[in-house]
């Protein structure tokens, strides 16, 4: 399985056969890595800052 973490690039852009996604939580979300950074610039955590650790190990647990 594979998780696949998402925030510059949609999710929507890759299929994944088998894992998960965890997608960022911005209102940006997709811009393909605009530089520069919209969040960034307001000095808000980015669409890969937005993404917990605990999501990730949760997204980890559903495979083991």
């Known amino acids: 399985p594979v998780?696949?973490?998402f925030g510059p690039t949609p999710e929507?852009?890759?299929k994944l056969y088998s894992g998960k996604k965890v997608i960022g939580k911005v209102?940006?979300?997709n811009c393909y890595?605009?530089?520069p950074c919209l969040m960034?610039?307001?000095g808000k955590p980015?669409?890969?800052q937005s993404i917990t650790v605990?999501?990730?190990i949760n997204a980890i647990n559903?495979?083991?």
């Open 40 to 42: 960034e610039q307001l």
């Open 46 to 48: 980015t669409c890969m």
């Open 54 to 56: 605990e999501e990730i």
């Open 27 to 29: 209102p940006c979300l």
């Open 3 to 5: 998780i696949a973490v």
């Open 33 to 35: 890595h605009q530089i």
């Open 62 to 64: 559903e495979f083991i």
């Open 12 to 14: 929507q852009d890759i």
